[in-house]
């Protein structure tokens, strides 16, 4: 009976004190897995653990991504395989005649490209009229004929009654007048046969009338030499040259005749006897050996150097001798100073701001005679210097290497 109360028993006893389901794992194993977690725990590596099962999960879930990926990819068919109802096979290579294909009107651009130019030129082209232009600030007489493709003279020639055949006559805002040639602008006064007033020029009578830019009729004017031209006519003489008109200090002012120098001004001196002779070699007459205008140029009839020098500074006597003018010029060189060496040469100091040395004295080499200025007709602080003997000489050719 014991027996089977016990049976009974084991029978209306709940199942699930007796028996594990059937998908749990067993007792052991669970108990195992979570002594070993607990131990890891305990260890401080449940947190690494539970990093790295995280990023292994990641990894597989990728790979597994792109395996379908691919798969999709593989059975989906070419959008661009061509019509399905092709024959497989490789495709027929197409073969194009190259002569078929039209040509592309495209621009071929050759040669080099050219920067841009900072400076404007004047055109190159001839000319054949007369051009004005102004003067500009910083133009000289050589700049402005190298505008025009001109020689300097020209701009002289073509404008005496403006610049007087002096190239610091130049001012800026003045109009000049720019001729189409080489040559002379000049008024026919008449007075003499044509012929011989061209023939001053070097040219002949029907190089002036035929030239077109004077616009003169040859068969109005009957005989060429001889021609019927009005008088007051401003004519190009083209490829014409003449000798400038002397704007400068005269020659031959020495002791034995100072009265020569009176045409030049108030600065003339009176007879003078003996004195200081030079020694023939030349030193530099101011502190600077180097120009600040004009150099000396016989195409301009600057006959002289200009040596920069500022408002005040010393000029020096270039070789020893005597004064035998000084004061004001009435040709532009303002305040002057003029030394004859005794030997045949003379030298010329001018647009001084002061005068230190009066007529009749005498200098050594090397003695302060004035100070630079800018006195007469001068665009600026310098000082004009002429050596002069029997003619005008360059300077460069008797002073020192800078």
Not at 12 to 29: F, M, T, V
Not at 127 to 136: A, C, F, K, N, P
Request: proline content about 6%; overall charge negative.
């Amino acid at each position: 009976m014991m027996t089977t109360m016990q049976n009974d028993f084991n029978e209306d006893a709940p199942k699930s004190n007796i028996k594990q389901e059937d998908d749990s794992p067993p007792l052991r194993q669970r108990s195992f897995f979570t002594r070993w977690m607990n131990n890891l725990v305990q260890m401080g590596l449940g947190e690494s653990l539970l990093r790295i099962g995280t990023n292994l999960f990641s990894i597989i879930a990728i790979g597994i991504v792109i395996l379908l990926v691919q798969a999709f990819y593989r059975q989906t068919p070419n959008a661009f395989s061509g019509n399905s109802g092709q024959a497989s096979g490789p495709a027929p290579t197409a073969v194009v005649d190259i002569n078929t294909i039209p040509a592309l009107d495209i621009p071929v651009i050759s040669g080099i490209a050219r920067g841009a130019q900072i400076h404007t030129n004047i055109p190159s082209r001839p000319r054949d009229e007369i051009t004005m232009y102004t003067v500009l600030d910083g133009d000289t007489v050589f700049g402005i004929a190298e505008k025009f493709g001109l020689e300097p003279q020209t701009i002289l020639w073509g404008n005496y009654n403006l610049l007087l055949d002096d190239p610091h006559s130049l001012k800026p805002g003045q109009e000049l007048t720019i001729l189409p040639i080489n040559g002379v602008y000049w008024e026919w006064l008449g007075g003499i046969p044509f012929g011989e007033w061209a023939k001053f020029y070097g040219v002949t009578a029907a190089d002036v009338i035929e030239y077109p830019a004077n616009s003169i009729d040859p068969t109005t004017i009957g005989d060429y030499e001889n021609a019927n031209i009005k008088t007051g006519t401003w004519l190009i003489i083209p490829n014409g040259a003449r000798e400038f008109v002397n704007w400068s200090a005269p020659l031959g002012v020495t002791r034995e005749n100072p009265a020569s120098a009176r045409v030049l001004g108030e600065g003339a001196c009176g007879p003078i006897s003996g004195g200081a002779v030079g020694y023939g070699a030349y030193i530099y007459p101011t502190n600077k050996h180097y120009l600040s205008g004009f150099d000396y140029s016989e195409k301009t009839n600057h006959r002289g150097l200009d040596f920069a020098g500022n408002e005040g500074e010393g000029v020096y006597a270039a070789d020893a001798g005597v004064i035998v003018y000084s004061g004001w010029n009435n040709y532009g060189y303002g305040n002057m100073i003029m030394i004859d060496h005794g030997n045949g040469f003379q030298s010329l100091y001018a647009h001084l701001s002061v005068i230190s040395r009066g007529c009749g004295q005498s200098v050594g080499q090397g003695e302060e005679v004035g100070a630079v200025g800018s006195t007469g007709r001068s665009s600026g602080a310098h000082l004009h210097f002429e050596l002069m003997a029997g003619a005008k000489v360059n300077p460069w050719d008797y002073l020192p290497p800078p």
